[in-house]
């Protein structure tokens, strides 16, 4: 069964530090999304492609967090410098398109940073 | 601004008991969506919600959707162990060009034995 793939699985860095976090959607789909849940919290979405194209980063924090779908497959998304509140698990999600179609979850990347 | 509210945000069961999570959303939808979370996992799609009356069940499970009302509902039936997770409700609206989910803060279900 096709799945979202992501890593690292778990990541520790210092504040200050920059960080990347790598997704790859199931094969076929044009939208990918990157989504920030906090501990104790349901996940929020921080950007949304359709294809290569950015359709939706209206709560990522532009100051230091950037994202890229280069090719419109794999995404990646950056934190430059990471700050202790940005402890999270991010999920990367995909689907077939962003018209109402069911998205899939990846495993998720642990952040901590101390 | 769409908001998700679900009640109870945690709940402890005994085994074989029965109960139901509450999902109350804010604004128009027609498609609602249930999500299982395990300590440290990633989200499992449990049940999608398209229509109004809508209604369905897997196993102890449950859901229903009233969008009038503008509310959800996963009801547990004789509860296992193998239940305890976190249950999150996701509502699908309108942003613009583009569909988008707001997810409720979710239950953290502990079923005893």
């Known amino acids: 069964e096709a799945e979202v793939a992501q890593s690292p699985r778990y990541k520790i860095t210092e504040k200050s530090q920059a960080v990347a976090f790598w997704c790859d959607p199931i094969?076929?789909?044009?939208?990918l999304y990157w989504y920030r849940q906090i501990l104790g919290q349901g996940p929020e979405l921080l950007v949304q492609?359709?294809?290569?194209?950015?359709?939706?980063d209206s709560q990522l924090p532009k100051d230091r967090f950037s994202a890229e779908r280069l090719k419109g497959v794999d995404s990646t998304l950056k934190i430059q410098p990471a700050e202790l509140g940005d402890s999270a698990m991010y999920l990367c999600a995909s689907s077939l398109g962003h018209f109402s179609y069911e998205q899939y979850f990846g495993p998720g990347t642990r952040l901590t940073v101390t | 601004e769409l908001k998700v509210e679900q009640n109870p945000l945690f709940l402890s069961m005994q085994e074989g008991k029965n109960y139901t999570i509450y999902c109350n959303y804010s604004?128009?939808?027609?498609?609602l969506y249930w999500y299982r979370q395990d300590p440290g996992k990633s989200l499992e799609s449990l049940f999608v919600l398209l229509s109004n009356g809508a209604v369905k069940q897997e196993g102890r499970l449950m859901a229903s959707l009233d969008t009038k009302a503008r509310l959800s509902t996963l009801h547990i039936t004789a509860a296992v162990h193998d239940l305890s997770a976190t249950y999150f409700c996701?509502?699908?609206?309108?942003?613009?060009?583009?569909?988008?989910?707001?997810f409720g803060k979710g239950t953290l279900l502990t079923v005893n034995p």
């Open positions: 094969s076929g789909h044009a939208t």
């Open positions: 492609f359709q294809d290569e194209s950015v359709v939706d």
């Open positions: 996701a509502v699908v609206h309108s942003g613009g060009s583009n569909y988008k989910l707001t």
């Open positions: 604004t128009t939808s027609d498609r």
